[in-house]
């Protein structure tokens, strides 16, 4: 049997268990199971012949390698940064490694001892990042195949609710951390280039300069700037494309209505609140606004934030209780994020029937006999339910198809790495087709960047 040990059996990781369980007769597979809750762990193996579900700390050395030495390929599912430790014990004993996480730059320098063992450390392999990298990679190398010149580069995605699960005003449900989304876009101004030029948002000015996209089947869709546009621009080969764009997806309108909540300043993670734990969300909301006598926090946020009475912006606002006395916040020295977080996760979490949605989207342009072209790429992923949702599925699919590929010995270049070659994007691709996961490519005439997706 070739054994697998996969770190962590959270959310993400339903989709990725249950593949390789599926596959482990035909494959000769054993998947032990790791995580802190030897309950969770027990829940995704399904009594499974093949699996061995364990109470696994990561911080426990002696377990860890014990494991890892077992194992020929390790899957970790960790947070980011518990990766590099694994990561250390793959290399001393010589073990493949798959993650869906960012190559950290602690990451980066394990590479030349990774090529020296000969051992694949696969990274970013997720959905974004990772079907991302492929589904571009894909289209890129097909256009300069034929000879094409990469000029425009847009890549966009998001993680929604399903249309027929999507039952509040925001059009949003939290399919993904609640955190992240709370703190998206912090951290720096966000950064691309466009026409030639670079640009620049800063946080306070993100949420209101959005982009316009269409989804045959689901309608409009609107896209903020991702906080570095160019990280990638590089890796995909698009050091002369004269734009170079990514963003976040979602329902137009929510971007307009989340700005007011940054400009308020519930999205301040830097302080601490005092009396957090026994204010009212209506307190809470009141804490923002400047003191007067007589005028309502209704009255006086309206005013400020210039919200008309008939503006859907302000039901939005209504719908998520932020002018509620009797609920309490709770939280003992929260900071603001964190109190917004509580209020949104009341509001927002996926109900037992409801499904999440995933969306995808590239604009690439480029020249080819000097005739200006563009391929746009959009995949839709719908989740089946509350464990095997889009989000897990996308994700973790992935991860387990790259692994199984190593085992297989289909995957071979050593080093920290990324799936952004043909011999590695090309199956993984193919392979979740079967699983739902499909992009449809379609050729459009050239507009150039056109944030409102309209003709010039």
């Known amino acids: 049997m070739k054994n697998i040990l996969v770190i962590g059996a959270g959310r993400s990781a339903s989709s990725l268990i249950k593949y390789l369980l599926d596959h482990s ?3 000769q597979l054993h998947i032990t199971i790791g995580d802190l809750s030897l309950a969770l762990a027990e829940q995704k193996t399904k009594n499974h012949k093949n699996a061995t579900a364990i109470a696994f700390d990561v911080f426990n050395e002696d377990q860890r390698k014990k494991e890892i030495q077992k194992a020929s390929v390790v ?3 960790l947070p980011a940064h518990l990766h590099i430790e694994v990561a250390k014990d793959c290399i001393t004993y010589k073990k493949h490694m798959v993650t869906a996480s960012y190559i950290s730059p602690a990451m980066q320098e394990l590479d030349e001892a990774a090529k ?3 051992l694949i450390f696969m990274n970013e392999v997720g959905l974004d990042p990772g079907i991302d990298h492929m589904s571009a990679m894909k289209v890129l190398d097909e256009i300069r195949d034929q000879g094409g010149n990469i000029i425009l580069f847009e890549s966009f995605c998001g993680g929604l609710v399903a249309p027929e699960s999507d039952t509040n005003l925001w059009n949003y449900k939290f399919t993904w951390n609640p955190r992240n989304v709370v703190l ?3 951290g720096g101004a966000a950064k691309f280039i466009q026409e030639g030029t670079y640009k620049y948002i800063p946080y306070s000015k993100l949420f209101r300069r959005t982009e316009f996209l269409e989804v045959e089947g689901y309608g409009r869709f609107e896209a903020y700037a991702n906080r570095d546009s160019l990280k990638y621009r590089s890796v995909y080969g698009l050091d002369d494309a004269l734009t170079c764009y990514r963003g976040t997806i979602r329902r137009v309108g929510y971007s307009r209505a989340w700005d007011i909540l940054v400009q308020l300043g519930m999205t301040d993670d830097s302080y601490t609140i005092d009396n957090s734990e026994d204010m009212s969300y209506r307190e ?4 923002f606004l400047p003191y007067h006598p007589t005028d309502t926090v209704e009255i006086k946020l ?3 934030q210039k919200i008309d009475q008939d503006d859907i912006i302000w039901d939005k606002l209504v719908e998520l209780d932020l002018f509620n006395p009797a609920k309490k916040v709770g939280l003992v020295k929260a900071t603001p994020a964190q109190i917004l977080e509580k209020i949104l996760a009341e509001k927002w979490a996926l109900q037992p029937q409801d499904k999440d949605m995933i969306v995808m989207y590239h604009k690439i ?3 080819l006999h000097g005739e200006k072209k563009q391929i746009d790429a959009t995949m839709v992923c719908i989740g089946d339910d509350q464990t095997y949702t889009a989000m897990a599925k996308t994700v973790g699919l992935p991860v387990a198809i790259t692994a ?4 297989n010995k289909e995957i071979t270049t050593p080093g920290v790495q990324l799936p952004i070659h043909r011999a590695v994007y090309q199956p993984i691709l193919k392979e979740l087709e079967r699983y739902g996961v499909v992009f449809k490519e379609t050729a459009v005439p050239y507009l150039g960047y056109n944030p409102l997706n309209v003709k010039n």
């Open 184 to 186: 998206a876009g912090q």
């Open 75 to 77: 899957i970790s599912m």
């Open 404 to 407: 199984l590929k190593i085992i």
């Open 284 to 287: 809470f909301t009141n804490s």
């Open 116 to 118: 020296a063992n000969d």
């Open 365 to 367: 342009g480029y020249e």
């Open 25 to 27: 007769e035909k494959e």
């Open 302 to 304: 309206r005013a400020i």
